[in-house]
RNA sequence: GCCGUUGUGGCGGAAUUGGCAGACGCGCUGGACUCAAAAUCCAGUGGUGGCAACACCGUGUGGGUUCGACUCCCACCGACGGCACCA
């Protein structure tokens, strides 16, 4: 009988699911093991091979945990929430809610065709009011604890979609989604507090084990620098300048300063001889994108304002100029340039004729600014210190004289948590005719989102909400009037925490049992694409502090192990995509080749981590193979075969033993393509053998399980157990078995090899050196030469270096 | 420009601690089976030279450390990903 995958697959399937086979219990004996995907948004194409990719790694991993004895949390759910879905609803007129289920039931059938071990039962969906209510819960806590706020912001607009977009949701000065040319805007927004945990953010990366360039983005991104505020006061005026700098010891090298066009200090201080210039210039600025006043402008522009800063610590009149390269949105939106060692600085002062004044010995700054480190010169009570003393000694000379302080500063900005969409979370704030505005209170959540059919731009910024009116206009016993907060939140908000809710899905009281919370966190394994970086796994990690501080969760952090798969690229190393024709389908190849030669093929493709292309050849490979693995143990009228049988010949003994040690340690660290070429080996040794122990093919079928796990219960039953193999003690192995008592030592002249021989284990440095010089082929190397030193290492190899 | 990842046969990749480069798979070649083909099983397969034993060359490029380097160090080149004047 051949191996008929799509009736093993269906049956097996059917076993699990009937039999809850992967069902987790809280079973605090054991210890546990909580492996995640990142849950996927159910779009309408469906799934495609990068999916299986991750699911399968988790699943090996959950599969192998399990017959370790441990207790594992695998569950699945979805992330619904998401524009393309409203946009397909204002194109169609439907209601997002509907086609998102259908989506869901599609991904579900798809997913559950893999023959992945997920808790079926722990499914969760973010647009499912049980769910969202504490999504909306979780920001009544923000909100109480201050870190939720109002605030008209500059946010990126899309013009054609009508919707505000988060800065890390536009690329190259367009939409990431909907690809429209994005213009700025300001809004009232939900914004949430994110840099009050700025410090934390940074520093907890060290305890997790992360891939390091993930943890190096998080860095970047948060952009911590340690410096100093400086206060400059302005010629003829009452007001200061502040501004931040990370090199305060290059006070004395400041030769003039810079606002951001924007900063609020431009029309107080400007001059009237300079006002036109400057209000022109801010003109020229305004109508300009992100991306022009960044990446196309090379050339520094700016325009002077006419008034000048004193120089605190020496006195000088310094002139202030406008310009764009100053940012408002970071720092105070205000520089002390010193063009001597700034490259930025030098490039604009150079340009329009400003003093360059070097204050630290080094480099040649006609030619070029001085960046690095050297003796402080032209700098009074700073000369002849290094940078670290001079800016330990300016910033004391500056908190004395009430001129500044050491200050950090960080890159990370707070994060805008609304969008005037409808398919979010509403946020469950009221707005009083009053002037005032209050929460929904906590036993009426979860704040439903309501039902439309005709989903219309308001028009106005504000999302299809506000078309509703008889859920938007409330009215309180009081008779004031209010209204709905019409900002939904953003697809990241459910995804921030749904991993607390896998350990207690239907928890009606708590958003998840303490109890159960304290034995399943951390999350142990977390796998996902390297696309979720930054911004998934930044916004999860300052809920999960949040809640920590609330008491709510016991860690602190909410992923132990994060490990991002590659991409599987097309065959022809692109980027699958629709327009390059290269896109693969998961269903077709389930359905020609099976899902156990998906799994198998995605895992034995290369390193998990990397990059891979799809190969035709490739696929059709691994299902040879498990057609090789079926007829080692099935013959043709579907029995086992006679070779498997009690008498062991002993000629397996040692490559089973390797195998079950190689399998199990790659497993245990995730090389799941070397774990499959060792059963390979396994099997081309097998298939060498007249007889097969039946304890090692048993053993071999648990190896196989994790990988295949439809066929390895196929042949587990075959072989005479009952089912399952889930749960079935994962094998040992002996290693007096792998040991030789015989090796094969290597023999080097110059380091290169010139001969080898057999020789016991135990085999002292002597007779070693004795073997290597008796060599015929290394005598051809070493006659007549001056030996000069004999390198041995007992039972591997001996160099003999000659001269 | 900066940060990160990466570079090994015709292709995907292996070499876990500095110690036989190319495991395993694909492809290709040959053999067995077959009337034949497919499938399957067995064997071979980095390049050059040689009947062979074997020799020389070979892990992006150039240098270095070492008895010995795919592995460590320095400089450079290419590919991929991220960031964009962050003071």
Redesign the pocket.
Known sequence: MTYEHQKIEQKWQKFWSDNHTFKTTDDTSKPKYYALDMFPYPSGQGLHVGHPEGYTATDIMSRFKRAKGFNVLHPMGWDAFGLPAEQYAMKTGHNPADFTSQNVAHFREQIQSLGLSYDWDREINTTDPEYYKWTQWIFEKLYEKGLAYESKMMVNWDPIDRVVLA??EV?DGKSERSGNRVERKALRQWVLKITAYADRLVDDLEELDW????K??QR??I?R?K?AAVFFNIDHSDKQIE??????DTLFGASYM?L?PEHQLVNEIVTDEQSQAVSDYRAMISAKS?LE???L?????GVFTGAYGINPVNGEKLPIWI????????????????PAH????F??ANKFNLTIKPVIEGGDITQAPYIGDGVHINSDFLNGFDKVTAIDNIISWLEEHGAGHSQT???LRDWIFSRQRYWGEPIPVIHWEDGTKSLVPENELPLLLPRATELRPSGNGESPLANLTDWLEVTREDGVKGRRETNTMPQWAGSSWYFLRFVDPHNQEKLADPDKLKYWMNVDLYVGG??H??LHLLYARFWHKFLYDLGVVPTKEPFQKLVNQG?ILGGN?E?MSKSKGNVVNPDDIVAQFGADTLRVYEM????L?????W?E??I???R??L??VW??LVDDAGQLRDHVTTVNQGDLDKVYNQTVK?VT??VE?M?F??A???M??F??EA??SEALPIDYMNGFTQLLAPFAPHMAEELWLRLGHESSITYVTWPEYDETQIVDDTV?I?F?V???????AKVTRDIDKNSMIDLAKAD??VQ??IDGKEI??I?A?PG??I?I?VG
Not at 750 to 756: A, D, S, Y
């Open positions: 800065n890390e690329i891939p390091e360039a993930i190096e983005q970047h991104w952009g620098s410096g501004v931040y700098t990370t090199r305060p810079v951001a992100d006043r960044t990446d402008n090379k050339d520094k522009t310009a764009d390269y100053v940012l408002a949105s970071y720092g105070t939106g205000a520089i002390m340039a010193v700034d490259e930025r600085d490039e604009f500063n960080f890159r390297a696309e970086a930054v991409m190393h980027k034995f493709m290369g390193p981590t990397q990059s891979k292309p190969s050849e490739g059709t490979g691994s040879r193979w057609d090789r007829r080692l190689k340690d790659d660290n090389r393509n070397t499959i070429s060792q390979m080996v099997v081309n298939y060498k094969e290597i080097q110059n380091g290169k090899v010139r001969g080898k015929e082929n051809n190397f000069r030193k390198i290492i591997k190899f160099n270096v």
